[in-house]
C-alpha cells in the first residue's frame, strides 16, 4: 500500500509540474543498425566516441526488443506504443501506397502536445507518403526529411544493368522527393543530395534545440542511414578501416555528439531524456555496405534476435545511472508509455501494448521487464515467435537467410535461400544466438508460451492459422479528395 501511495503522489506531481520542470526527449533512430555496429556494442575497425560517452554517461539496454524487423513496421510500434500488428502497418510501405499512419493513433509527439511541447522530425517518415499520413497530422510542428526508404528511387540496386534513362526505373519508383513540412522541397534527390542528408537532419535538429530551449520539447531523429544506398559527407569519407560503412556509422556518431553537444551549450543537459536505437538488424546481404548483429543469429527481414533485438543506449544526466547495463526485456513500444508517465499526459483510450519502463530505465533494485510475454509477428500478420524474459518459442516458418555465405560488395547485394524452423525454443538467458533448441528438455515452459501464443492469435490474428485477430485496427486509407503526393 505504501508503495501504491508513493506511485500516486509521484504521478500527481509529474502531472501538476509546470512547463519549465517537465523534461524534454530526444529519440535517435537508426535505420538498419545491427547489435554490433556500434563502440558501445562491440563495433570494430571504426570509432564512435560520442556514444560511447552516451553509454559511459548513461545505460545500456542489451535486450531491447523492436515490433518488427522492417521499416514501417518498426516506426509505427515505436511512435504509437503498440504491436504494428494493432495499428494495421505491416512491412515497408512504397512511395504508392494507399495506407498510412491511421488518424485514429495517438504518436508521441500529439502525447506531448498535451503538455504544451514543441516537437519535430527530422529524417525518415515511412509512414505513408500522402499528405494525409505525413509527421504534421500526427503531432509534430515540423518535418524535414525523406517519405520513406532512401533506396525506393529510379536507382535501386536491382536496376543496376539498366540504362538511367530506362523508363522501367520510374515505373517502379517515382524521383525521391525531400520534404520540408508538408511541402517537397527537392522533387528529385540525387546522389550528392543523399551525401548531404546526416548533415541536414543534425543542423535541423541543433537548431530546433537552439529555438526550444526555454520550452520543453519532443524530438525525433529517424536517420535515413545506415540503410542502403550508403552516403557520407565529405567529413567522413575514407575515415574508417570498415570502408563506406564505417565511414556512415562514425557520421552518425557526429550526429549524436552535435545533438549531445546542443543540449550542453543550451544548459538543457540534465533536463532531456535522450534515447538512442535502430528500427531493426542489418540487411545482411548488402554484404559489406551492412553492419553486423554479432553474436545474434540472422538480421533484418527476420525474427530472430539478429533481426529484432537493437543496441540501444539512454541518457538522462542525473535520473539514470551512469555507466549501467539492462539486461531486462524492454521495447520500442515501452517509450510512449513511459514518456506519458515522466510528463504526467493521458494515455489514448484504445488498448496500447507498451508498458512503463521507468524502474529499469532509473535503475532501481531488482527491477525487472514490465513485459510477461512479448510477441514477435512478421510478414503479412505471421505470429512467428513468443518469448518472456528468458525463454523464446518460435513457431514453425519460413525465413530468409545467407546460410553461411558472404554478403554482396559494393551496394549490390546477393540472393538470399529460404531457411525454416521447426517449433523450437531458445533459452536466451545462456543462447542469445538461438543455436540450441531445448524443446524436449522443457514441456512446461513450451505448454505456457503456447497458452501466451493463443491469446495474441485471437486478439492479433495470425495468418500461418488463418486467424483475423480482433483487436486490430485498420490502418489510414486514401478516400477519394484526398491529396496525393504521387
Same mark, same amino acid.
Given at each position: 500500500?505504501r508503495?501504491?501511495?508513493?506511485?500516486?503522489?509521484?504521478?500527481?506531481?509529474?502531472?501538476?509540474?509546470?512547463?519549465?520542470?517537465?523534461?524534454?526527449?530526444?529519440?535517435?533512430?537508426?535505420?538498419?543498425?545491427?547489435?554490433?555496429?556500434?563502440?558501445?556494442?562491440?563495433?570494430?575497425?571504426y570509432?564512435?566516441?560520442?556514444?560511447?560517452?552516451?553509454?559511459?554517461?548513461?545505460?545500456?539496454? +542489451?535486450?531491447?526488443?523492436?515490433?518488427?524487423?522492417?521499416?514501417?513496421?518498426?516506426?509505427?510500434?515505436?511512435?504509437?506504443?503498440?504491436?504494428? @500488428?494493432r495499428?494495421?502497418?505491416?512491412?515497408?510501405?512504397?512511395?504508392?501506397?494507399?495506407?498510412?499512419? &491511421?488518424?485514429?493513433?495517438?504518436?508521441?509527439?500529439?502525447?506531448?502536445?498535451?503538455?504544451?511541447?514543441?516537437?519535430?522530425?527530422?529524417?525518415?517518415? #515511412?509512414?505513408?507518403?500522402?499528405?494525409?499520413?505525413?509527421?504534421?497530422? #500526427?503531432?509534430?510542428?515540423?518535418y524535414?526529411?525523406?517519405?520513406?526508404?532512401?533506396?525506393?528511387?529510379?536507382?535501386?540496386?536491382?536496376?543496376?544493368?539498366?540504362?538511367?534513362?530506362?523508363p522501367?526505373?520510374?515505373?517502379?519508383?517515382?524521383?525521391?522527393?525531400?520534404?520540408?513540412?508538408?511541402?517537397?522541397?527537392?522533387?528529385?534527390?540525387?546522389? %550528392?543530395?543523399?551525401?548531404?542528408?546526416?548533415?541536414?537532419?543534425?543542423e535541423?535538429?541543433?537548431?530546433?534545440?537552439? @529555438?526550444?530551449?526555454?520550452?520543453?520539447?519532443?524530438?525525433?531523429?529517424?536517420?535515413?542511414?545506415?540503410?542502403?544506398?550508403?552516403?557520407?559527407?565529405?567529413?567522413?569519407?575514407?575515415?574508417?578501416?570498415?570502408?563506406?560503412?564505417?565511414?556512415?556509422?562514425?557520421?552518425?556518431?557526429?550526429?549524436?555528439?552535435?545533438?549531445?553537444?546542443?543540449?550542453? +551549450?543550451?544548459?538543457?543537459?540534465?533536463?532531456?531524456?535522450?534515447?538512442?536505437?535502430?528500427?531493426?538488424?542489418?540487411?545482411?546481404?548488402?554484404?559489406?555496405?551492412?553492419? &553486423?548483429?554479432?553474436?545474434?543469429?540472422?538480421?533484418?527481414?527476420?525474427?530472430?534476435?539478429?533481426?529484432?533485438?537493437?543496441?540501444?543506449?539512454?541518457?538522462?544526466?542525473?535520473?539514470?545511472?551512469?555507466?549501467?547495463?539492462?539486461?531486462?526485456?524492454?521495447?520500442?513500444?515501452?517509450?510512449?508509455?513511459?514518456?506519458?508517465?515522466?510528463?504526467?499526459?493521458?494515455?489514448?483510450?484504445?488498448?496500447?501494448?507498451?508498458?512503463?519502463?521507468?524502474p529499469?530505465?532509473?535503475? %532501481?533494485?531488482?527491477?525487472?521487464?514490465?513485459?510477461?510475454?512479448?510477441?514477435?509477428?512478421?510478414?503479412?500478420?505471421?505470429?512467428q515467435?513468443?518469448?518472456?524474459?528468458?525463454?523464446k518459442?518460435?513457431?514453425? #516458418?519460413?525465413?530468409? +537467410?545467407?546460410?553461411?555465405?558472404?554478403?554482396?560488395?559494393?551496394?549490390?547485394p546477393?540472393?538470399?535461400?529460404?531457411?525454416?524452423?521447426?517449433?523450437?525454443?531458445?533459452?536466451?538467458?545462456?543462447?542469445?544466438?538461438?543455436?540450441?533448441?531445448?524443446? %524436449?528438455?522443457?514441456? %512446461?515452459?513450451?505448454?505456457?508460451?503456447?497458452?501466451?501464443?493463443?491469446?495474441?492469435?485471437?486478439?492479433?490474428g495470425? &495468418?500461418?492459422?488463418?486467424?483475423?485477430?480482433?483487436?486490430?485496427?485498420?490502418?489510414?486509407?486514401?478516400?477519394?479528395?484526398d491529396?496525393?503526393?504521387?
Amino acid at each position: 500500500m505504501r508503495s501504491l501511495l508513493i506511485a500516486l503522489l509521484a504521478v500527481s506531481i509529474v502531472s501538476s509540474l509546470p512547463a519549465e520542470t517537465l523534461p524534454n526527449v530526444v529519440v535517435i533512430f537508426i535505420d538498419d543498425m545491427g547489435y554490433a555496429d556500434i563502440g558501445p556494442f562491440g563495433a570494430e575497425s571504426y570509432s564512435t566516441p560520442h556514444l560511447d560517452l552516451m553509454a559511459k554517461e548513461g545505460m545500456k539496454f +542489451t535486450d531491447f526488443q523492436v515490433s518488427s524487423a522492417v521499416c514501417s513496421a518498426s516506426r509505427a510500434a515505436l511512435l504509437t506504443g503498440c504491436y504494428h @500488428r494493432r495499428v494495421g502497418i505491416s512491412g515497408a510501405l512504397g512511395p504508392k501506397s494507399p495506407i498510412g499512419l &491511421s488518424a485514429v493513433e495517438m504518436t508521441i509527439a500529439e502525447l506531448c502536445k498535451q503538455k504544451g511541447y514543441a516537437t519535430a522530425c527530422f529524417g525518415k517518415w #515511412h509512414l505513408g507518403s500522402h499528405e494525409k499520413f505525413l509527421p504534421l497530422q #500526427h503531432g509534430f510542428d515540423e518535418y524535414l526529411g525523406l517519405p520513406y526508404s532512401n533506396d525506393m528511387w529510379p536507382y535501386h540496386s536491382r536496376f543496376a544493368n539498366l540504362p538511367l534513362d530506362d523508363p522501367k526505373r520510374r515505373m517502379a519508383y517515382p524521383d525521391l522527393p525531400l520534404f520540408d513540412g508538408n511541402r517537397i522541397i527537392d522533387d528529385n534527390v540525387t546522389a %550528392e543530395d543523399q551525401e548531404q542528408l546526416t548533415t541536414k537532419y543534425t543542423e535541423r535538429a541543433v537548431d530546433f534545440i537552439n @529555438r526550444n530551449k526555454n520550452n520543453p520539447f519532443f524530438l525525433y531523429v529517424p536517420h535515413s542511414m545506415v540503410h542502403v544506398p550508403l552516403y557520407v559527407s565529405d567529413k567522413f569519407k575514407g575515415k574508417s578501416e570498415r570502408g563506406l560503412f564505417g565511414d556512415v556509422v562514425m557520421e552518425v556518431d557526429w550526429s549524436v555528439g552535435q545533438i549531445l553537444g546542443a543540449l550542453k +551549450t543550451n544548459g538543457i543537459d540534465e533536463k532531456t531524456l535522450v534515447i538512442f536505437t535502430s528500427d531493426n538488424g542489418p540487411w545482411l546481404n548488402y554484404g559489406d555496405h551492412a553492419g &553486423s548483429a554479432k553474436p545474434l543469429r540472422e538480421g533484418k527481414g527476420t525474427m530472430f534476435e539478429g533481426g529484432c533485438r537493437v543496441p540501444t543506449v539512454m541518457r538522462w544526466p542525473g535520473r539514470i545511472p551512469a555507466g549501467k547495463s539492462c539486461k531486462e526485456l524492454a521495447s520500442t513500444i515501452d517509450i510512449l508509455p513511459t514518456v506519458a508517465k515522466l510528463i504526467g499526459a493521458n494515455l489514448p483510450g484504445h488498448k496500447i501494448d507498451g508498458k512503463d519502463f521507468r524502474p529499469l530505465m532509473f535503475g %532501481e533494485q531488482d527491477a525487472q521487464s514490465p513485459h510477461e510475454v512479448f510477441y514477435h509477428y512478421y510478414g503479412g500478420g505471421q505470429l512467428q515467435a513468443v518469448r518472456d524474459r528468458r525463454w523464446k518459442l518460435h513457431f514453425p #516458418h519460413s525465413y530468409r +537467410t545467407l546460410d553461411g555465405r558472404k554478403g554482396g560488395t559494393g551496394g549490390q547485394p546477393v540472393s538470399y535461400s529460404e531457411g525454416k524452423i521447426g517449433k523450437e525454443l531458445f533459452d536466451l538467458e545462456s543462447d542469445a544466438s538461438e543455436s540450441m533448441n531445448v524443446i %524436449e528438455r522443457h514441456p %512446461e515452459i513450451v505448454e505456457r508460451l503456447e497458452k501466451y501464443a493463443e491469446a495474441a492469435r485471437d486478439d492479433l490474428g495470425d &495468418s500461418l492459422s488463418k486467424r483475423p485477430g480482433k483487436g486490430i485496427r485498420p490502418p489510414g486509407r486514401l478516400e477519394p479528395g484526398d491529396k496525393r503526393t504521387f
